[in-house]
Structures are given as C-alpha cells and as structure tokens.
C-alpha cells in the first residue's frame, strides 16, 4: 500500500522507496539505515560518498575533532562501490533510472536496492544491492552488490574503503593508514583527541566473471581495487563484500579481529551469515513485535519505529542510547534523559537484560557525575545533561546561536536542567520493579541513588517562613522557560528520587546490611546524610492542584505569563531560524511551551486524579508548540487514558511518523544540521501502544494494570511484555482482551483491567470482554 | 577662566556661555536650569519652545500619558516671551548674535542672558534677560525681559503662557482652559490618568514704554498678550513676568492660590523678590558650600555640583529626588537606591531636616513597598526599583530594547535588585547617627527598619548544608549581571539592615516600649519574627575576602568568568547602541562591570582593612566600564583612603563633570532619551570631597573621623559640617587640617586624624598639622 513521503509498504514489515527524491538524501539516508547497536550504517546507497551523508557511526567512539566538542567517529566507509558502463558512471542523479527500488525490510534488518539504470549515451545496467548489519556479529557488514548490463559492455568497478564520509564537526582522524593482508584490504585510523584506534577491513569474492584487470588504488584516505569486466548482454557479476570495524576500545588488537572476522566471513559465505542474521532479527521480533490489526499503515510506521530504537540501542556493551541513535553524529552520540524515560521502557518489558545494561553504563558513569556536580558547586551525582563515555558533560555551555546577533547564547541545558538525575532513578526503580532484580538494586543502584539523593540535597534550598524546601533556577523539560522555580516535574521527580532512596536504604538495612554498610562507608555518608534525605523528601514543595480550576502550575508564576498561542509567536518572529527560548525568545515571556512538563509529569507517575489529568491536558495542550520530538508521545498517552481517544490517535500519527515522514526541523536555531532518528520518539511509539492504547501499567507490587483504549480505526494490537521473569501475551481486540501467560512462566500473574483482577497461572489463557 | 566644553567662570559661582552651541541644546537647557525642589526649569531662552526642550517640571505630578509609565508632568511655559523686529523674529539660530552671554549664577540662583541680535535684514536690538526661580516661594518663577533698538524700530513683543512643552512620552494634560483674571491671565490643566489639576498664572509689567497696540491671542494651548511698541534708537522696554504654578496635590483652590501668589508678587516688585531669593541661597550656601583653594575650575565644577543637587531636592514637601532631578521626565522623575547613598549624605551632614524629609518620604511610601513586595509573593517591605509619589514601582518590566530584534527586553532591575530596601535601611541608620534624631526612629524608622527586616526574611534561602542564609536571583548595582546569588554587595547591606533592625527593636524594648508594643501589634509581628531576624542576621553568608589574593568576589562564580576588559567588548559590539547587559549583551559571561560592587560596599561599610580595598581596587578597576554614572565618584572615594591619589582626583573629574563637560551617554539602548543632570553625580561629588578627599566619616558613637587626602594640585579644601546639632568648620590646607567647632555647639566634639583624638570645646578653633 501507498505510505506518505514517497513510500510504500507490502506486508507491514518493510518501507519501500520507488521513485529517487534528491532532496531527502538526508531523511532517507537515515531511515534507511541498518545497524546493531554497535555501528549504524546510513542507508545510503553503495555509490555514495561524503556529500550525500555516507556514514557509518561507530558506538563508543567519543573524540573531539574540534575542542570541546566531543562525538562518535564515522568509520571509513568499507561498503563503497561504484560503477561505470563503457566510461560513463552509474548515479542517481544522471541518466536515467528505472525500476528503481529502495527497500528497508525491517523484519529481517535488510537494506536491499535494485535499479536499472540507463547511461546519457543510452547504456543499461541494472544493479542490485543488499546488505546488512549483523546482529550475530556487530562488527561485521555485509553486501551483496550484483550488476548486469543489458548488452554486451565494458563495466568498470571500483569497489574498496572510502575514508571521505561525512563528517558534521570536523576531522576526527589524525592518521589514516591503508594496509594490504593477504587478499584483504583495511585502513587503520587514530583519533585525534582519544587517539582511538579504529580498523576496517574489507573482503571480497566475485561471482560470474573475472575482472579482465585488477587493480588496487590508493590515495591517502581511500584504499580501493579498481577492476574491468568485459560482459555479455545479461552476464551478471555479483560481488560479495564483508567489511569489520573494530576499534581499540573493543580490546586489544582491533586489526587482527578484523581480519579474522572477515576471513571468518568470507569462509562462512553469504547465505550462512544472512540465515544467522535473520534468525537473531526474528528472536527480536518474537518478544518485541508489536501488532496492529486492520491498519497496514500504522503497522508499518509502528515496526518503523521499533526497528530504530532497536538498531539504536547497544546489545553488545554498557553504552548509552544516542539521541540520534547511530543515524549521524547529531547530539553527539550521546544520551540524554531521553535514554531512561522514552528508550528504555520497551527494553523493560521486552528484553531487560537490555535495559539493566543501560542503567549499568548510568552506573558506570557516575564518577562523570559526580565530576560535574562538584565543578557546579554541587556534590553528589549530577548526571550529564549529554553523556557520552565517561558521563562527563558533553553539552556545550553555548549551543544556539542568536541568529539575529550572529552570537553564540549560553543555554542553560547542561546546568539547570536538573531532573536528568531524579530521571534515571526513576528508571532504576521501574526496572527493580519490572524485573525484581534486587541483586541489581543492591550493587549499582543504590549507589545511583544514595549520590542522586546527595546531589538533590546539596541543590534544594529551604524556605524557612514557608517550611518547605524549593528547587530554583531550574530548566524543565520544557526548554523555553530557563531560569524558572519550583518546576512541577523537577520536584516531584526529585521527591520520587529522595523517597526510592530512604526505602532503598531501609531495606537494604535489613535484607543487605554488610552492602549497606560499605557502601555507605564508600560513599562517606551517615545517618546526618540519610536523614537529610527524610527531611527533603517530607518538606519538598508539591505542587498542588487547583481546588477550583484543577490546574497544576507549571513551575511559580507560570499563569502569570502571557497567554498566547504558538501561533501568536510564530507572527512575532523576526527572523524564521529565531530560537523561541531562552534568553530573548518568542516564547519566554508566554505560557506558550516547547512540551507540557505536567504532562510529562502525568505519563510517568501516574497517580493523579482524570479529571486533574483532563483539565491540565485540556490546558496546556492548545499552548504547546510541540518543538520535541518528545512531546507527541506524552499527549498521545495522556489523551488515551483521559478518553481522547482521538487526539490520542492524533498524537500517535505525529510523533510516529516525526521520521518517516520527514516532519521534522533538519537544523536548529544557528543553522546546525539536526536531522537523524529522533530515537525518543521511536521509544515513545511503544509507550503510545502499550501504555497508551492498551493502557499497561505496572503497579508497584508487580500488579499488572491494563485500561485499553483501542483507536477507532484498528482491530486489534497484539504485544508480549515480560514482567518479573514471565511472559505475557497481550491481544487486545474490539471486543475482548485476551491475555495468554507462558507455559514456562515461574509464577501466575496478577492482572487488573476492566474492573477486574484475575489471576493467570503459566500457560493459562483469560479472555477479558471490553467493558460497554 | 575658561573652562571646557565652551564654558568660562570668573569667580568660580558661575558659568558663562559667551558662544551659543546649537548642537547641545538638550545639554546646557539642562546644565543652565533654574529650580527650587518645586519645580526646575530648563535654562533655555524665553523664545523657545518644545522642539528646543523647554520645560518646567513640576515635583509630586506623577502621572500617566501613556499606560504603564508613570512620570512627572511638565507645566505649560508662563515665561515664554519673543520678538521680533520690524517682522524679522529674534532668534539664536537666524541673523547674527553679538555679545551672547549665558550665565547660570550659582551663588544668587539666577539665570541671566545677554544678546545683541542682527537680524537677517540688518536690524539690530538688544536683549537682556535675567530669571529665577523663587527659594522664598517655591510656586513662583520670575523674570526680566528687556530689550532695546539699537536705531528706531517697531518690535513685536509676544509673551504669555505657552502650552507646547517638551514631552517626552506623550501629552499628559486632557484638558486644556485658557482664563483671564484681572489683569492675570492663566491656563488650568487637568492630567490625563491621575486627574491632577495644574494652574499656571502669569502677571506682567511693563516699564520704559507704552505699546501702541496690546491684544489677546488665545489658541486651544496657548494663552498670548501681543504687543506692539514704537521704540526710539536705544529705548529700552523692561517686561517683569512673574509666573506661578500650582497643582491640586499642594491643597485645594490652586488657582486662587496661584492668582494670589502673582498680584502679591507684582506688587512686591522685582527687586524685593530677588533680594529675599538671594537670602535664601546665602542660607543655603553657608552651610553648604565646599571651598577648593588654588583651582578656579575645580571650585566651579564642585559648586555646579552641588547647585544641581541643591535644586533638585524638595524642601516644601516629603518627596523624592528623582534621578534627574527635576531637569526633565527622564526616569520619571523618581528616586532609585541613588536617593539614599548618593544625594542624602549632603543633607544629613549640611542639612539634615531635608535628610529627614527624604527619609519621611520612604516612610510614607511603605503601603507601596508591601504591595510590592506582596505582588512578588514576599511579604514586608520591598521598596521600589522607582518610586514616585506612592512608591509603587514604576520601572517597567520591559525598559531596554533589544536593537537588533527591535524586540523590548525584560529587564530585572525592579524584581531582582532587592538591595534598594536594606539602602534605605542603611540611610535611616545614617541619619540616626548623624543627628542622633531617636523620635525619628521610634515614630518613622523603626516600621521601616522592621518591614525591611521582614522582606529579607521572606526572600533569603536557607542552605542546609551549608548552614547558611543565601540571597539567590540577584542584580546588584553591577547591572550587567542580573541572576547572580549572593552578591557581595547585597548581602552586607542585607546583613546590616537585619542587625540594625534587631537593635532598634531591643533599644526600644528599653526606652519606647509602649511605641515598640504598638507598631509591632500594627505590623502583625511577634518574637518568631524577631527570632527570624537574629537568625537571618548571624548566617547570612557574607563573601570573605580570599587569604591569599586579599579578594572578595563579587558574586557566586563571577571570578570564573571570561576575563575580559571593557575595550575588548567594545570590539564584540555588533551594533554600537547595544545594551552591554541581560540578557545577552556582551558583558554578561566577562568580568566587565558596569560599576563595581565590591568598592561601592568598601564606601558604605568601611570596615574593610586597606589591603583589601587595594587588592579589591586594583582588581576590579581595570574592569570597569562605567556606565553609570554613580561609578566614578565611588571609585575616587575608594582611590583616595588607599593613597591613589592621582586616581582620587582623575576619577573626581570624570564623575564631577558627567553633566557640565557633556560626558554622558544621551540616549540608552533602544534610543530613549537619557539626558538630563544625573543628581547622583551631583551628590557624588561632595562624597568625593568630603568622604573621599578629606576622609571624613561619623563613628557609631558620634565620633568625626578625619584621614585627608588632598590633591596635589590644590591649595585647600573648606566646608562645614553638622553632627548631632554641632556645627564644625572644617579647613583642610596643605599644611594643616582646621577644626573650628561653631560657638553655638552645645556640646564638646569628638575628632580623630592623623592619629590624634581632640575634643573641641564651643567656639574652639583646633589646627593639626598634616601628617609627614
């Protein structure tokens, strides 16, 4: 069926490109993309190079090409081949192209391309590309490149490891270093700040003729073997590339790794290695999937979406989630709060190992933590705001540039926005309840929380005349009102962060005294310590709703903000790239917001009253400017569960389709390139189906809670969750909620929806009719 | 002797303007001004009009022309007077001028004008003007016009009341009504928002010719008498105006009043009310005059000084100083934190009952300070940023414009600059020890000193774990660093006004206990309050000096700001009308100061020892811009107690001649006119002189301090002192400091310098030889 932006879909599995638009190299590039949590590989096509964003992102690899700025590194691009037919080059952008085909099949993490292609002087060639990212090996890169002319030609080939790949902050390798080993080609590259050594090796087979001459090409920075085929009409050559990528971070002798995994590849052959792929994609899949009945498009955006987070997200190591996942070096390749609060959730229910491996890297980085609360005066664990390796704050004091002044504003991103920290706890706890993985509560996240607890208490103040502690000067979530006080999400947040951790304490008092007691005794804390804790968490300032209106303030004195409309602002606009925020934007001075932070405050702790819900959202929904990515999930979510059922589905179209459909700002305020995969909003989609729709919730005794709210134009939406070690299967119909627990489960499951709660024993199936 | 910017003095009372200078009209209409604390008015010719800045403006007319800008009112012209000859109109901008001479006589408060004028046909006729305005009674404005052919002629004479003055935020006056009475004529007015009722009346006299014609000319703002005389060569015709202004707010029938105040004035005649005016001023000038031995043009400029400060203050009524005086409606005729630590301390040691009335008035504005404070959700008294005739806060929300974006800015100076309640605070305190006028702090200062106590209360944070009291949000006088905490400044005053206000409660517990039960009844207040204080006042944090470096830091963080010097930002400037500060400007994240904080607590809590102030000086001096006004004179009080001598007196000059030499910046960011005679200058300079040259400073206990610091390049340096009632003449030579303590003295004074301590009986004449 037809999609929007140019793209089709066949079964619901795959996105499919049939006509070539020049003017989304970058969209498509990305969309396209394959990868495996380690490296992600653009889905650009193999001709390609630096200028129509050929990248292949390696994870781990943070460097600074220009000071103060540090990112991942783009690896010299192993899969680049080009062609050309009786001297004239194969491209998208001359001559002319038919039965052009560009496919992303997400079921099986395949990229596959076919075209035939028809030279200025009327030659014909068709191609046919596939390759992926192996899930079974994430250091390899697969491709299979095939080309036919239509008559007899001479085909020239260039085929190698191209270090020109797009680079949106400079140069990050110093030296570039091709080599030859036996019948493999590599390059090996040292970074210029971390001095990281990155290697790719690329190996190759020729299938259907032998090249007349075989050359190979070096130049400084590609390393190339240069081929002439004399063909007959129809006679197809099928080239077999594998390509590994191994840095020095990944241990010792990254080189002879790669090497040996290409060997061990090219030995394997194609078929095996694609066969295992396949089968690790569709494991992913079986506890991951979720179903869309009765609407191929939704289906087709919603695996869109799971796929990315999935390819964005480490499977291999304790790394963070990039805001961009691996699609560019946008947002540096690190994380953000967006990791714990919109990427992690479908990991918590699908696959924990995963997100515990991303609390572990929270954990891992805590001394960055700690680093940057005591740099701000602070002490404690204040997590980056943009935290790359070691968690040391990779965000820069000036981000967005005045466009009307031409001069660099200092955003306060990195040193008011405090809820990171409070954030991650909270993804500590739902993880601890998720998986009941004390163990894990014990050694790493008390740790996380007792620092955060100290981090929160050396930032509150106490007002003494009104007996209660306040949070000043704080960024919120929504980013167009800094400098702010007592902002409801932060401080409830941190009122959560502060209690996990006295009940956290206690029990370890009781059930892990000798943990406890060194880790107290690690961190230098004593009873004065917890029992500033008790005395934060008693007195800190709620926000309360309304007793009239039902409204909760945003943060002190938001009502008495302007009242506008995102709509009003954009007339007050002198320049279209204006930054709406802080210092001098349009939207300081209004009540107009970038995302609404008591919605925000709704969708995670979700013990507020409906009809509080309902006014706050009929409020703060019409001043909203949506300018994250992060803000269509939340309102989807929180109109599920307040009965707008359509706005919710409204909301769900929008932020599910942020990428797919193009919709969203490609640079910020300044200019800078801000494209890529919005990875938030391919988390949120998840949270929008099951939290939203399904209305799942997970009580703090392990209670399963659903309140479904089915859109009006599906049949069903089927999922798997995991809770506590037991499989689920959820498949919500018009008519009923059927819920089958898996036979291997341990224990029987506890479920609430519709007004009742049943009990599920392993294996056994309750069909649950939709209340009328 | 000549002076600068085209002015000349014989005996050092005057300046004289022999050269007419279109290009500073603005400047000398404000620097030639007349006044009496009543009303000023512009020493501009009596044929101009608005497009040349004439105005009268009247004190205690606040009102609204436009919404939200509340400021003085400028009354209709009584002294408009032209003529023309033989149909050619006289005038400094057409023919030619001969013998122009524009003097302001400081010494008699006088305005006087020569002029032989040849028209551009050839004729020629003199003119002579001479004006004042009354000390004896505030309300009038009196004036001789003469003129005389030089050969025959007809000479138009048009004179009245001229209702086209310089606005310069619009009309405030919505009605308008010409009235004959007698022999009087006259124009009431009634203002647009506040509906004060403003009269102005005229009365005139003829003498040395009988017009031929005299008619009425009545327009809907101009009330006119035009005349026509038939003059012989060298017949002179002298017109005595006199003009009075009354308003509604000065009690009820203010036209009556006015029409009185003329007829009596007319019969009194011209020299009978010049004699009593120049009475007045010799009364003045005895005891506030400050002799400079040795230099002509420092003696003028010292005298313009005081002259301004002098005109500028209300003496009929408890009103305040505005920031301009009473020289134009720039900053709304209203007093800052300027009043207090700038224009008061002349008055407290030369005249303290003005002292006292300026502090009465803050009294009498306390209803406005709470609501102020309220507004902000504080609670006690927080007084205005700008503060008129309520004290409610005049300064906008938005004052700069953003000259790029041509955007308003919000600017902090009313919410975030607290430190103008604990000044007021510090000039009760001044006062008290200066007169030793306890009924004044037991009727008046003592609700002050408590209000204040409780705003600060209501807006300081208590730092658990710090175990400290913190102001946080902050702008100090340094206004190019708004959302600082703890400014250095800020807290000591906070401090003090907190300290000093528990001791006025205690020492009324003992002497006013009656008073002290009443007022603390009135103002809700119990022993929490009090409690609330002590513990406010012992933990308030007060930045130290470093151990090492000698010091203090301005405010939290500012010593990890780029450093950077004033030129250096010059450099950055984009657009050269730019605001330097918040939120934006080019300041912001440097340690460039506007003004520098830290010296301008050294010149109010000169408790500091010298090494400090010196590291402090030499540290923050060189990054000094300047941009106010108030910031020479603090750095030459400072320059002279360190031994900087040189810099004592550079930055005398610099300070003393802002107005007088044409130093000031004319227009501020976004192009608002800023003209006008910067009052805090004016009452800087004696702090430099008295303060600052001659080291003067009033112990706790009474005791005078002298530690002088003479130029080098004067002779001497005389003034007169009153403490607690004493009169002290004070004669500081090169050799010797004169201490001649006045006959009528009550009691003995105390003195200490160069290291002695004498007593000085009534009557007795002491000389101690300067130091070696």
Redesign the interface.
Known sequence: MQLQNNLQTKTGWEIIETTFNADQLSTTGSNFMIGNGYLGYRGTPAEWTAEQFVACIVSDTYDAAVDGWRELCNAPNGLFTALSINGESLSLFAGQTHAYQRTLDMQHGLYQRTQKWESPSGKQIEVEVEKFASLDNVHLLVMRYAFRPVRAARVELITGIDGKVWELNGQHFKSYQCFVQDELIGVETITREQNIQLDVVEGLEIAGATPRTTERVQSSDRSMRQMVFDLEAGQQVALQKVVAVYTSNDGPTPRKRAEADVQNALKAGHALLKEVHQKCWANIWQTTDVKIAGHLEDQTITRFNLYQNLIATPRHAELPIGARGLSCQVYQGAAFWDQELFNLPVFLYTDPHIARSILKYRYNTLDGARKKAQRL?YYGAFYAWTSGKTGEELFPDHFFT?V????K??NHFNDWQIHISPDIVYAVWQYYNATGDWDFVTDYGAEILFEVAQFL??H??????RGRF?F??LLGPDEYHE?VDNNAFTNYMAQFALEKALVVEARMQRDAPEKREALLARLGLDATDIQ?WQ?AADLIYLPQPDSRTRLLEQF??YFNLEDATPEDLRQ?L?HPDEYWG???GVA??TQVLKQADVLQLFAVLDNFPADVMRANFDYYEPRTEHGSSLSPSVHSQIASRIGYSKMAYAYFKQGATIDLYNASKKVNSGGSFLGGIHTAACGGTWLMLVQGFAGFSLGEGGVINFSPALPENWDGLAFRLSVRGNGLAVNLTRENLILKAEESNATPLTIKAHGQTVSLEPGETQILPQAA
């Open positions: 005066g005045d009307l002044s031409g001069r504003v200092r208490v050396s509150v103040y106490f007002k003494k005349d306040e000043i000067r400098n500033n005395e002190d004195g007050r002198v802080w210092p001098n300081v001075e």
